[in-house]
């Protein structure tokens, strides 16, 4: 009987058989290995189905998992993780989402959701304590998101929280996204796996439940959490105040910001028009705070009588100030705002979306699409008709938007002569809003990061601040080299854990990972160690390295695109910097244990408890060991397959 954090069931739901059923969560030995999360879920999917099937097909198998703090009094632990293998890349596929849906879910009794098989018809999957039920959702289909959370919570429960898909993800848009929170927008955006809940009719999951998560030392949680709860606000007032959004001015000073698809190194008179200091002074009415969030950095916004439409819910961050506003060259806070909330309607992911949209807007330029392509929209930067046309497009997949829904990848090869030379991706995702250029470790985290360029490492995080518990005190110079395939490593390791235990990156400079320890501690009533941990985090991304090594991905596929390490900025904050790829990702495979092609050793793997996985590598490289490295939290294995 598990003391703490977890609900101990997971609830197993077959489509095609219209079957469910309840099992018990994997053994203790296999939670203190991997968790949750994204952690739990390679575990789970590495044999079962297993990386070879259809992304798009019955076969695939989708897990929306929560952590052992989700739902707990810990800060900022109200998230849960989407995996599978994802339709837009090929590969392992995850998404990790705020919100409150894990907290609910785990109130209605159940750690998590295992999805197989399609249904004959829509449906959705109503979730209480009482159990689970498949209904008919037919009167749902072809209806946006807000629309079907509002309905969803009338014919369920007004309290309910819903995690559904709006008409990207029925048609099978490989950036569908999938969203939760109703108005509020949140979403697990990235990897197109609101396109494999269309692919299975499963239009939304919603639950509802009371049921309290245990905790085993309830007052040594609440008394940590008091101890640090007024540092974690203080450092974090920014958030509270602006957004994410608020480091827009920042990020573009530093050319960290995309313009005009990742060409344009000084877009510092255009980003205050769009910051979340300007939207805090014209748009923002309210704050919006996830599961147990002391921070509230999600913003709600309402825009009325604007020329681009009225925007009632949630505000535009970060990553989609940038895709939608700075990419395609739009300074309109109002247009910015609309196509958020279209891209929320919709279901679409407002990284890819920017990235397809800036990488369509110059295909134009160069005549390599033509007004016959497009309808007669003429793509031109700047432009706040053809942003919100194109999203409006890609959403119900019509037109050009059928083809710039499919991703960047696959709209270059479909388009053909250079367009590969500027579609931005790796392993088929489009590149999140920072630029390598501007911060040097991104160049190896966007290329070895498992789901494909990625900035869930938060590597550029270590170019801000420090965390000394991983070895860094001081923040490492942004145009570096020497150490920094290590840093990527280690901090890709550690931020892994966030994913597993279910907590906000955004908290990272303000907690220690000594903070970590105790709250898991405390919840769960183990007596997890500093090297233990980080030791867990090393072990889901080799494991996940290893799901993406079993479809043949090896450092050929550890790329980047030319723009980002061939063109350097004539102007703006990294003027004249190119990465130094080739040193940072030899550096980080060393560091790894792995190969100079990408592939892990034998010997690593053991390291890690990875035994069994030992026999999927390459018999050339089932036997070696790695090179010797000094690891201060290296302590052991526990039992991990």
Known sequence: ?????????????????????????????????????????????????????????????????????????????????????????????????????????????????????????????????????????????????????????????????????????????????????????????????????GSKRLKALVAYGTRQIPVADPEALAASIKARGTGIRGKMENYTLFGSAGGVEANARLADMPAHNWTVGDWTAHAPKISGQRMAETILIGRYYCGACIVGCGRRVRVVDSPWGNVDGGG???????????????????????????CNRYGIDVISCGGVMGFAIEAFEKGLLTAADTGGLELRWSDPNVLLTLVELIGRREGIGALLGEGVKRAAERIGGVAAEFALEVKGLELPYHDPRALSSLAVSYATMPRGACHRGNTHGLERYGVPELGYPEPLPRHATAGKGVAVARMQDYQGLFNALKLCQFMTPAIAISDIVRWLNAVTGWDVTLPELLTAGE???????????????????????????????????????????????NEYYDYRGWTRDGIPTGGRLRALGLDREIADLPPAYREREPLPRAVPWESGAAAAS
Not at 320 to 336: E, N, R, T, W
Not at 565 to 573: R, S, V
Request: glycine share 14%; charged share 25%.
């Open 1 to 197: 009987m598990l003391s703490g954090g977890y609900m101990g069931r997971l609830l197993s739901v077959d489509l095609s058989e219209q079957r469910v059923e309840e099992l018990p969560l994997p053994s203790e030995e296999i939670l203190r290995a991997y968790y949750g999360g994204a952690g739990l879920g390679v575990r789970l999917l590495y044999d079962d189905p297993g990386p070879h099937v259809d992304p798009l097909g019955p076969e695939n198998v989708l897990l929306f998992l929560t952590g052992p703090l989700t739902g707990t009094r810990v800060p900022l632990s109200g998230r849960h993780a989407v995996c599978a293998r994802s339709p837009l890349t090929g590969v392992w596929g995850e998404s990790d989402i705020g919100g409150t849906f894990g907290t609910a879910l785990k109130r209605a009794g159940y750690d998590g959701v295992i999805v197989r098989g399609a249904a004959e018809k829509p449906v959705y999957l109503w979730i209480t304590e009482d159990g689970a039920e498949i209904r008919d959702a037919g009167h749902l289909w072809g209806r946006d998101y807000y629309e079907t959370d509002e309905l969803l919570r009338a014919e369920t429960h007004p309290k309910a929280v819903t995690h559904g898909i709006g008409q990207a993800g029925e048609r099978l848009c490989r950036i569908a996204a999938v969203m939760s929170d109703g108005r509020d927008g949140r979403a697990a955006g990235r990897t197109g796996l609101g396109a494999v809940m």
């Open 316 to 342: 535009p961050e970060y990553e989609a100030m940038a895709g939608l506003g700075s990419m395609v060259g739009v300074d309109d806070l109002y247009a910015v705002a609309r196509a958020n909330e279209l």
């Open 539 to 585: 072990r889901m991304n080799n494991l996940k390295r290893m799901y993406n090594v079993r479809l043949g991905l090896s450092r050929k596929d550890d790329a980047l695109p030319a723009r980002v390490l061939m063109e350097a900025f004539t102007e703006g904050g990294s003027a004249g910097y190119l990465p130094d790829f080739v040193a940072m990702l």
